[in-house]
């Protein structure tokens, strides 16, 4: 449970219909299969004990005494199993019938929780032997023991605080108004769901949507265990569509009609953060009984996988659909800027490389969606002590291939004069002679601005940003910023799909060109007419930073937790220590950085990550990273 994961598991046992003590010696076996693989909490489905087609058999004495008689063996059974276990069963109380959830732990009966709603339409005849269950918690008792009996019933553990567990059966997430909308606003944050789904055909589709939808709309995790091959096919076929998803994201699905058990790692943790920045979720019922369970902690083993580049779908149809929509995102902004200033010139410095490439594109899509002439985008390249003959070319190429207005100033002797005014040796290559470089490069761009009434297009994506990897008041500001909730793998992918889409194969040369140069701002002088300044080199790999940028500010992890799952996503990329080494890079320059995003220009909002000062991150410009660094150090004395 480390880091707040936790392990669970979805099982479809092979049962026989009526057959409880043959049943329980199956769920037993399958128990042991669980916690075998490190699952700690184990969904069994609805009145598996007997079946749940018993139909009429249901009302028979013999077989209600003999479901109870096994689900003592099964309690029996799991004294000193590390697990929280679900498993159904019909039960008799006060002279009717309910079909209930029946929740064990280390060989204790905790609780009952009844089916809330009881279908009654189609295949189904459930009203015919069962009672709808109560919501205020009531005392089954038997013999010694009072078990609470009641739908209201929160499950926590000292062993992984935060997490809250409550528990439905099928039809209940099915309704208008689920019992697990008001576990969730009480505080659950781990929904299980007992279920006898049958199969028809086009019902799985809708089953995993509505469990996807559910667990996204509460910000919870949803463990859903279905009846499969086993229960009588005499008018139903069930197939044992096995689902657990966390906030929207299926983490694990079963093969149906395969019986099959599924599991996954919930990420408590993330629930928690996700609720916490929910201003808008709201604070519900206290009127629930808090049962608490034993489980032993220790490290989950992970069963989930973390994508190299979060920012970035690896579904190509969908990447393709995310890439079109973000350029358009991008370009409506600059668009409704133009429009409302009623400017018609926009001026870019093209220097031949991946982010400003990125922000031509935009601002030849925005000036195509206002009918204006493309002659109004004033690609500038400014030739200095770094520029090499590719970029230069790449840069010339682009405008002229997208009509827009080429316009070249070589800065070498303003920048010069520069260095003479304050004094600074050329030959002396240091943030001054590279930064001199920036900030004129911004000088130029925001006077030709003003000479032809027009708005600087700022290039810097938000990688550079996050990393603080800007020139401040020279690449770092503009008039509009139309790469600043961009990241960089993500303008890569951008740049790649402008390409393949262009339909001109000249354009696409060049875009391919320019993917393939080092990402550079070119402020040292080339050797051997190559780039010698990389910045990958320097600040480290861009898919490991937004890696860490996504995970920090998307889902809340404390670095440990970051550097544990970039272990695991680039493990055949990236030794450990090298990951710590950057992680650390990224945490130093992330806090000390902030106040150049504190004054960011304008720009758009494209994804759930975002550095603006005005939106995701308000941040204080003199914030200690002590804390965050402190925990790395100590993980990194056992590298």
């Keep these: 449970m480390r880091q707040g994961f936790i392990k669970v598991a979805a099982v479809t046992p092979q049962i026989r219909v009526a057959d409880p003590a043959y049943n329980a010696r199956i769920i037993c076996e399958k128990i042991d299969e669980a916690t075998g693989s490190g699952a700690k909490i184990i969904v069994f489905p609805e009145l598996c004990i007997t079946g749940y087609t018993c139909q009429d058999l ?11 008689e096994a689900l003592c063996t099964i309690t029996e059974y799991t004294d000193g199993y590390d697990a929280l276990i679900f498993v159904g069963l019909p039960l008799e109380r006060n002279g009717k019938l309910y079909n209930v959830a029946a929740v064990i732990n280390c060989g204790e009966l905790l609780a009952f929780v009844p089916k809330r709603m009881i279908p009654n339409y189609a295949e189904f005849y459930e009203a015919r032997h069962f009672t709808p269950g109560n919501e205020a918690v009531e005392l089954f008792r038997y013999e010694e023991m009072e078990i609470p009996f009641g739908t209201n019933i929160l499950f926590q553990t000292d062993a992984l605080p935060g997490m809250c567990i409550a528990c439905e059966l099928c039809e209940d997430l099915w309704a208008p108004m ?24 086009g019902k799985d589709e809708y089953r995993q949507s509505l469990v996807n939808a559910t667990s996204a709309r509460l910000v919870c995790g949803y463990i859903y265990a279905s009846s499969g091959e086993g229960e009588s096919t005499q008018d139903l076929v069930f197939g044992g569509h096995n689902l657990i998803s966390e906030n929207g994201i299926l983490l694990a699905s079963a093969e149906r009609f395969e019986n099959e058990t599924v599991y996954a790692d919930i990420d408590v ?7 916490r920045r929910m201003n808008t979720y709201p604070e519900g019922s206290h009127d629930y009984l808090i049962v608490d369970f034993a489980i032993v902690i220790q490290e989950t083993k992970l069963h989930r996988t973390f994508a190299k580049t979060p920012f970035v779908p690896y579904d190509k149809a969908l990447r393709n659909k995310r890439c079109e929509d973000i350029l358009n995102i991008q370009a409506y902004g600059l668009k409704k800027r133009l429009a409302h200033t009623g400017v018609k010139t926009a001026v870019i410095g093209l220097s031949g490389g991946l982010d400003s490439t990125l922000a031509l594109l935009v601002t030849v899509r925005a000036f195509d969606m206002l009918s204006l002439d493309r002659r109004g985008i004033k690609a500038v390249t400014m030739p200095c002590f770094g520029t090499t003959d590719r970029t230069y070319d790449n840069a010339c190429s682009l405008a002229k291939a997208f009509g827009a207005t080429l316009m070249e100033i070589d800065l070498k002797e303003s920048v010069r004069r520069h260095f003479a005014d304050i004094g600074h040796d050329e030959s002396l290559h240091d943030v001054t002679y590279e930064n001199g470089q920036a900030r004129e490069r911004t000088q130029v761009l925001m006077d030709l601005a003003n000479r032809f009434s027009g708005l600087v297009i700022g290039t810097g994506d938000m990688s550079e940003l996050a990393l603080g990897w800007a020139t401040y008041n020279g690449d770092h500001m503009s008039m509009y910023g139309v790469n600043s909730g961009v990241p960089k793998t993500l303008v890569r992918h951008l740049t790649q799909y402008y390409a393949d889409t262009c339909g001109e194969e000249r354009l696409r040369e060049i875009l391919l060109d320019v993917l393939a140069t080092p990402v550079s701002p070119e402020l040292l002088p080339p050797t051997d007419g190559q780039i010698s300044q990389k910045t990958e080199d320097l600040v480290g790999p861009y898919e490991l930073h937004d890696f860490f940028l996504y995970y920090m500010l998307r889902a809340g992890y404390e670095p440990a937790k970051i550097f544990r799952i970039a272990s695991i996503a680039f493990a055949d990329e990236y030794d450990r220590v090298t990951i710590m080494k950057w992680l650390k890079t990224f945490v130093r320059r992330f806090f000390a950085q902030q106040f150049k995003r504190s004054c960011l220009p304008d720009g758009p909002k494209v994804g759930s990550v975002a550095v ?16 965050w660094m402190r925990q790395l150090e100590e993980i990194e004395t056992y590298l």
């Design 58 to 68: 249901f009302l028979q004495k013999r077989l209600l005494d003999e479901a109870f």
């Design 178 to 201: 689920p019992p697990s909308t008001a576990h969730a606003l009480a505080g659950a944050n781990i929904i299980v769901n007992l279920s006898a789904s049958n199969e028809t055909v």
């Design 269 to 275: 943790h993330r629930l928690i953060h996700e609720r």
């Design 612 to 627: 603006s000062p005005r939106g995701d991150l308000r941040m204080p410009s003199d914030a200690s990273f002590g804390p």
